[in-house]
């Protein structure tokens, strides 16, 4: 997911017990772009729920005739 500070991955384990979320930086030369997208985040029920969202359309090439 792209910030100001760069792009990051998000790695989440859970267990029926914990949840584990870990957070890194991808090296620029990893960075994959998968277009435009938007990301909202909501604190519901106790938890974040994230929501990404891409603009498919942005990022595939649309065919011409």
């Keep these: ?5 760069g792009a990051f991955r998000v790695d989440v384990t ?3 017990t914990e949840r584990s979320v870990k957070v890194s930086t991808i090296p ?3 960075q ?3 277009g ?3 990301i909202k985040a ?3 029920g106790g938890r974040w ?3 990404i ?3 498919e359309s942005s990022s595939s090439p649309s065919p011409s005739y």
């Excluded at 997911?1 to 500070?5: A, I, N, V």
């Design 36 to 38: 435009s997208g938007k």
């Design 1 to 5: 997911m792209e910030s100001r500070h």
């Design 14 to 16: 859970e267990t029926s």
């Design 28 to 30: 620029t030369s990893q």
């Design 49 to 51: 729920v994230i929501d």
């Design 53 to 55: 969202e891409f603009d």
């Design 42 to 44: 909501k604190y519901t």
């Design 32 to 34: 994959v772009s998968k």
